[in-house]
T-cell receptor
């Protein structure tokens, strides 16, 4: 089954304790991205990656890092989490709109993070 | 900022067609119109997309005006499971494109 998986689904942590949220897709997609969702603010893009070793900032990248060493994985790293990073996080992947292809983004189930 | 404008909420009776409008008056010639929905904190789900022709799939129909400045998503026979937030998005057809989600329309299906 074509899917995007995220782990963990729920995480409660404390300020300053480094954490990683994993994201994996089995569709051989080049494009992957991370979003956060907060009440009243909708979905906001954190980082995206057009392909392996190619990453770029989205709209709200402060406090986050990403890496893209393999095509299928795109982990989100919070080096020193703070309470304002408490949010619902979604990973997504797609083929990207290029080379005549139109695109469909597939989203993961979400990770609910609470930073105390 | 989102390139689209949607009403914050709408109601629709179960079994009736739900028509969700979206304005995208600054859309460029190579931008597609996409619709996604999100059911209560689940990951957004792709519904349909189009460039300038009307499109239909098993979930919905997408009607894009001739000037491409607005579109309408039609759920032909709404059910309670269609209660969700619906997002209209425009995307540029290039590799460094960015997806910007606005606040969407919260659709309530009434029994």
């Amino acid at each position: 089954e074509a899917q995007v998986t995220q782990n963990p689904r729920y995480l409660i942590t404390v300020t300053g304790k480094k954490l990683t949220v994993t994201c994996s897709q089995n569709m051989n997609h080049e494009y992957m991205s991370w979003y956060r969702q907060d009440p009243g603010l909708g979905l906001r893009q954190i980082y995206y990656s057009m392909n392996v070793e190619v990453t770029d900032k989205g709209d709200v990248p402060e406090g986050y890092k990403v890496s893209r060493k393999e095509k299928r994985n795109f982990p989100l790293i919070l080096e020193s989490p703070s309470p304002n990073q408490t949010s619902l996080y979604f990973c997504a992947s797609s083929t990207g709109v290029s080379r005549g292809l139109t695109d469909t983004q597939y989203f993961g189930p979400g990770t609910r993070l609470t930073v105390l | 900022d989102a390139k689209t404008t949607q009403p914050p909420s709408m109601d629709c009776a179960e079994g009736r067609a739900a028509n969700l409008p979206c304005n995208h008056s600054t859309i460029s010639g190579n931008e597609y119109v996409y619709w996604y929905r999100q059911i209560h904190s689940q990951g957004p789900q792709y519904i349909i997309h189009g460039l300038k022709n009307n499109e239909t799939n098993e979930m919905a129909s997408l009607i894009i005006t001739e000037d491409r400045k607005s579109s309408t998503l039609i759920l032909p026979h709404a059910t309670l499971r269609d209660t969700a937030v619906y997002y209209c998005i425009v995307r540029v057809a290039r590799r460094d494109d960015k997806i910007i989600f606005g606040k969407g329309t919260r659709l309530h299906i009434l029994p």
